[in-house]
């Protein structure tokens, strides 16, 4: 699954460890999930939709 997470993380000038702290898990899953080697639950995609404020599908979609 593609992503968008980088970008979004980058425009608002946050680290992969700021981005965890805000989602409450570790910065390895942060970058595991950015580079595609891990998909997120759903629980944790809508937690990131909702901290970005944008619908999960401009974010995360299907290679």
Sequence with gaps: ???????????RDWSQ????????VSRQSVNAIETGKYDPSLPLAFKIARLFEA?????????
């Design 17 to 24: 460890a700021d981005l965890a702290t805000r989602l409450d």
């Design 55 to 63: 619908p999960i599908e401009t974010i995360f979609s299907d290679d």
């Design 1 to 11: 699954m593609k992503n968008r997470l980088k970008v979004l993380r980058a425009e």
